[in-house]
């Protein structure tokens, strides 16, 4: 299923309400606009749109492709720390009521580990550590501390 053949409905299961992230039309003058949080985003040019409101329809955009599997690099970038939990839960909601796509979640913010299944931690394009995020998170934790050792030594 692609975005032109999704409904409304369909889209507003896929991106359900998080926070300000529901996902929706509104019927105005006969014709449907595109909202999420409740701001009207497809009679605006595209120009005028802030980066976190151009983040939001491109999360959207990929969730409603339905495609198999997701690579999310950076998803939260532009967005403001409020906005960022709303659509790392909103994604993982997504992701959780549709057992058939594989995330593929790019971050270099550690709080973003608590919403993985599993981890990866890379050095210099080489995979240095795998497994679960809370292990990869420990992992990392020590890193930081080994490092910060140093400088102070």
């Not at 896929?14 to 926070?19: A, E, G, M, N, R």
């Not at 005028?48 to 151009?54: F, N, P």
């Not at 967005?79 to 659509?87: A, I, N, S």
């Not at 080489?126 to 995020?133: N, T």
Request: aromatic residues 6%; hydrophobic residues 40%.
């Amino acid at each position: 299923m692609g975005l032109q053949e999704i409904s409304w409905q369909r889209l507003d299961v896929l991106l359900p309400t998080s926070d300000d992230w529901s996902l929706g039309y509104t019927s105005i003058s006969g014709g449907e606009d595109f909202c999420i949080g409740g701001q009207r985003l497809n009679v605006r040019s595209v120009q005028t749109l802030s980066g976190g409101q151009k983040q939001r329809v491109a999360i959207a955009g990929a969730i409603a492709e339905a495609s198999k599997v997701l690579l999310l690099d950076e998803l939260t970038t532009f967005l403001d720390e409020t906005d960022q939990l709303g659509v790392i839960k909103a994604v993982r909601n997504s992701l959780d009521s549709s057992k058939e796509v594989t995330a593929l979640w790019v971050t270099h913010r550690l709080e973003e580990l608590e919403y993985a299944d599993g981890a990866v931690y890379m050095e210099d394009g080489r995979v240095v550590k795998h497994g679960d995020a809370k292990t990869i998170l420990e992992f990392i934790k020590g890193r930081q501390s080994a490092y910060i050792k140093q400088i102070n030594s």
